[in-house]
Nanobody, 123 residues
Framework: QVQLVESGGGLVQPGESLTLSCAASGRTFSTYTMGWFRQAPGKEREFVAHMRWSGGVLVYADFVKGRFTISRDNAKNTVYLQMNSLKREDTAVYYC????????????????WGQGTQVTVSS
């Protein structure tokens, strides 16, 4: 059974950093695309970043370019989202997803989802 478990969320001040983790289990993810999405209250789920687990393709939403970095650790079967220079508008529940999307930015094309982790950026 596939499981994606996010962790690492919390409350930080503007300008600070957080690293989210997504521990994947239940199958081999080497051929999957792994994505990070977020959803703020009253807003639709939006794309943040995605990568091929095998590496080589990393895509970011414009609003996080230069601030967020997606990466993975094969030995730990974990995908990360390093978030720097956080802004109040980054406040949301962040979700990890796995699948074979034709377009990695479309959340509806992912097969598996984690439960989400809350990130709150506030002074």
């Amino acid at each position: 059974q596939v499981q994606l478990v996010e962790s690492g969320g919390g409350l930080v001040q503007p300008g600070e950093s957080l690293t989210l983790s997504c521990a994947a289990s239940g199958r081999t993810f080497s051929t999957y695309t792994m994505g990070w999405f977020r959803q703020a209250p009253g807003k639709e789920r939006e794309f943040v970043a995605h990568m091929r687990w095998s590496g080589g393709v990393l895509v970011y939403a414009d609003f996080v370019k230069g601030r967020f970095t997606i990466s993975r650790d094969n030995a730990k079967n974990t995908v990360y989202l390093q978030m720097n220079s956080l802004k109040r508008e980054d406040t949301a529940v962040y979700y990890c997803a796995a699948g074979f999307p034709s377009r990695g930015s479309r959340w509806s094309e992912y097969d598996y989802w984690g439960q989400g982790t809350q990130v709150t950026v506030s002074s």
